[in-house]
């Protein structure tokens, strides 16, 4: 993961450690961002997107 999410939450890592976070619209985009970002600092991910697709069900 790269760019201006990844650089914000690498300086939150223990803001998010042993949390749990929801993030909607997490199919792609900002939201897939956030949601494997947030998931790589610590954090317990629920995620939610509308529709399922063959490249959303990777991961």
Do not use: P, S
């Not at 998010?16 to 199919?27: H, P, R």
């Amino acid at each position: 993961m790269g760019g201006w999410i990844c650089n914000l939450l690498r300086g939150m890592r223990m803001l998010f450690q042993d949390k749990n976070v929801v993030i909607t619209g997490a199919g792609r985009g900002i939201g897939k961002r956030l949601a494997l970002g947030f998931a790589e600092q610590g954090a317990t991910v629920l995620v939610h997107y509308a529709h399922a697709r063959q490249g959303q069900k990777k991961w």
